[in-house]
């Protein structure tokens, strides 16, 4: 190698220095412009009192100890852990029951159409055909009645039943990718060791069990966690098929949080209420990822 | 094999009944969308009657400005994911190709925006918008939807760069090619097909995106359609549900359209988030 060849290697290693800075600073700014000043910011405004107007007061924990005290508080937690449990049990486990069934089946693509079509549909458009269908005497009240049951619910406001039926309104919606995540992860499952165990006779649930179950937990452990965290954010529905009533009965923290700082103009409190769920919202992330990390190290 | 043809037929039977249920909602928005506001009554929801959905269609885009709302929307939900992509692979290029001093903590400091809810920018970014004069403007909405959306762009892109091979770049440095020529002419080409999956998952959910809307933004021609649609229903709920419906219909068809033709691009840009 000639001595230019080496001082050219030196210039551009130099250069790329440079040129890394460039490419890399576009996303650093704009992320933390807009990202992390304004968290930043949320995190200070929850220490005080402030509406807008005026400068924003510190008042402590007084935020806080106020947002305990709130028996409101306390309801949307509730309804928020309903919304993690309930998006768990239903979308998921449908959703794995769907990719399970259509596994290697003729004709299997088509049949999971059905279910994969709302799952593009927004939050609020699915709030609207939901809130058609369950509305006093709307579409289910009436094939109901076909049946001769006529003393139906009041769907949407009777607590808990609305956050009830609104799970299943969402479930309608989500459980469409989780059975294609599935059926990725049951696609990527190698043909050796089902084959064997075939061979010793295991079907259905024991092949279930002892073979499909241990090879999906890394991707299960995946949508686990995109579940949670989605849902510990649930907003969309639930502002657009009760807007949280009657009475915050249905509201999540999400919800409060929005009601807090834009409609009552609580700005500390709706930014403790958010902070509050940052928290919870980072330690199920880290919890999950956790989870992830020991899944794959164990298998 | 009997049995095994049994349990197929089995199956096959589970799957058509449980999609049929699936399909019903569907049922009902086609059905009553369609109706007239005259003929459409909240006691029978289940037997078509007549089919005004075009008028619908047209009365709903008046009602709320949808149709200016549409332009909007379609804007942000192109604009915004196009420019994250390419900011997203930019970044990506420079810790996996340039070997960014630090790398794997500005990695980090990136898609760490995207951990936490957006409940916790929103008040800030209501307050900084109404006073800077952002509140309500289409650039304002640009602006907030590429930030969003720039951590998992990034995520994404560097994780696909790390399976290309170092002397890919090593070579065209060497042919004499400039850091931007090799990104812009080597690294995006190849990753074209990450580029499309992250872009039409970010298009997706920008299109879908309410919350965002509902803040910073007032008037019917710059808020999206979604948040158009939600205040719709709630204020023509009553006398012109199928008019709502036929809303609801025009503001969910783009997606799912786009997601159905586009599912394998979808799954992976998905698989690619989290692997």
Redesign the interface.
Known sequence: MTSDKILTAHASKDQFRWSARGFVAPGVLLVAVLLYVPLLWTVFISFTEYNGLGDPEWVGFANYVEMFDDPQFFNSVLNTLLWVGGTLLVPVGIGLGVALLTWNLKGGTWLRLPFLIPYAVSGIGVGVIWSFILGSGGALDQALGAFGIDDTPRWLVDAPLNTVVMILATAWQGVGVNALLFTIGLQSIPREPLEAAKMDGANGLRLFRSILWPMLRPLTAVVVGLSIVASLKTFDIVQGMTKGGPGGASETLALTMYKETFVNSDYGLGSAIAVFLTVVTLVASILYLRQQLSSKHGV | MPFKSAA?AI??A???V???F??L??Y??LI?AAKSPLTFT?????RPTDFSLFDNIGEAMRLSGLAEGVLSTLLYAVVSPAIAVV??A??G???VA????H?FA?FV??FG?T??????????????YSRTGLFDTRTGMV??Y???S??FS?FVMRNFFTGIAHNVFEAA?LDGAS??RI?ARVYLPMASSALVAVFILQA?FI?????LGL?LSQSDTVRPI??S??GM??TY?GAQ?SV??A??LL??LP??V???FT?KF??RG??LG?Y
């Open positions: 197929r199956r096959t589970v799957l058509a449980l999609g049929l699936w399909l909602p569907v009902l928005l009553n909240t006691t029978e929801s289940w900011v997203g930019a970044a290029f420079a810790i340039l070997r960014l001093r790398g500005w400091a990136i925006g951990v936490f809810p957006l409940q916790m920018i929103l008040l800030p970014m209501f307050d900084a602006i907030v590429t930030a969003i720039i951590p990034a440095v850091t931007w990104f997706t299109w879908n995106d309410f919350l803040v979604v948040t649609l939600a229903q709630s709920g549900m709502v419906l809303g609801g503001v969910s997606t799912v786009l997601f159905l599912q979808f799954a998905l698989a989290q």
